[in-house]
């Protein structure tokens, strides 16, 4: 194939998004293939090679519905300049040929969230002008003539669209997630207590981890709730400008000196590996890269039916699936963990489980599909 010019766009590149992550690894998977990458920006706060081209696209914005509408107009108008061979928006941007619907669908997350507002918050929530410009410009992108296919990281993504949307099931590609299995790996006991020794926690103790920002969405009160009345410890990591609220949370149920928060980190690899499993109860997911990253530390999983991971866990084999609201089975699904992650038969299933997801099966999947495309 001769060379051809890829477009992504992204309009705020940060290190430590999912999405972002999905870009950088598709990124550096496409490197060594003859494909001139070219970057769609407001602003790139990540690491830029010699050879990909980043076009800085930061029109002025008053609010959030003209941060959006601002930047989707000055992106297309730079990809229409250019004459991109393919433009893969991570955005909802009309006229895109290849769309990633890394957020999933947006009023599947507003009735999720909807579920644990008060009745006239959720007419608030659906009426509110912003939702609406984002459910319409999601509409006008999947209705347009250009859209020539759509990257999902989840069955459960695919199945909300066709069925959304309209859009055949032949256009719609579900690729999941790369995860290095080789810097990602389960703790020995002795590098276990090494890390708790050195983050304070109790050596014994059964600890699951939540991995986090945006507390409400991602289920973290759920979360310590599901622990309260059990012995197990909690590790949060991740910011919330809520955080003292879950804090109190904890007191008030009397298990604050189970639940330990971190903070954001940089580096989460340690975190997983004190850890004897993953707690994400999150409201609506599409399938984050914690459950990826957990699992390849041997970790088994608990989340919801509303997170696109669920199609990873086998219940019960390398953990459990309930609803993100159902206090009492998230609270049996921990206790029906093994004390112990490590040498764990759940643990050694979950890692198991993610080991075809490959930076090497990502970049094969996606050449493939440019290559249909470009075509």
């Not at 061979?85 to 947006?106: K, P």
């Amino acid at each position: 194939m001769s060379t051809f010019r890829l477009a992504l766009v992204r309009q705020k590149y940060r290190p430590d998004g999912g999405a972002e992550r999905f870009v950088s690894r598709a990124l550096e998977a496409l490197d060594s293939s003859n494909i001139e990458l070219n970057v769609i920006t407001r602003e790139w706060q990540g690491p830029v090679k010699d050879d990909w081209n980043i076009h800085i696209c930061n029109p002025k914005k008053w609010g959030r519905i003209s941060r959006e509408r601002g930047f989707a107009d000055a992106a297309r108008a730079l990809w229409e300049s250019q004459r991109f061979d393919l433009v893969q928006s991570h955005e909802r941007i009309a006229g895109c040929d290849l769309y990633r619907a890394g957020d999933g669908v947006h009023r599947r997350w507003l009735e999720q969230r909807a579920r644990i507002l008060p009745g006239w918050k959720k007419t608030l929530l659906f009426a509110d002008r912003y939702h609406r410009y984002v459910m319409n410009a999601e509409r006008e992108m999947y209705q347009h003539d250009n859209l020539r296919a759509v990257i999902c990281n989840a069955q459960m993504i695919k199945q909300e669209i066709i069925e959304d949307f309209g859009l055949p099931a032949d256009k719609i590609h579900v690729i999941y997630n790369a995860i290095d299995n080789q810097r990602f790996v389960p703790a020995s006991e002795e590098m276990q207590a090494a890390l708790r020794l050195q983050h304070g926690l109790p050596l014994q103790a059964t600890c699951l981890i939540y991995v986090g920002s945006g507390f409400e969405r991602k289920g973290l009160e759920a979360a310590i709730r599901a622990i309260a009345p059990t012995d197990r410890h909690l590790m949060v990591v991740g910011k919330d400008k809520d955080q003292r609220r879950y804090a109190a949370l904890a007191a008030s149920l009397g298990c604050d000196k189970r639940v330990h928060f971190f903070g954001m980190q940089n580096e989460t690899l340690p975190f997983y590996q004190m850890a004897d499993g993953l707690l994400l109860p999150t409201l609506y997911d599409p399938f984050p890269n914690v459950i990826l990253e957990a699992m390849a530390c041997g970790l088994p999983v608990i989340t919801t039916t509303g997170c696109g991971g669920q199609e990873f866990i086998e219940q019960g084999e390398n953990g459990y699936v309930c609803d993100a609201l159902n206090i009492p089975a998230l609270q049996d699904a921990v206790m029906a963990l093994p004390l112990r992650a490590a040498g764990s038969r759940e643990g050694q299933h979950a890692r198991d489980r993610i080991m075809s997801c490959t930076a090497t099966q990502l970049s094969s999947q996606l050449l493939a599909l440019y290559q249909t495309l470009v075509k």
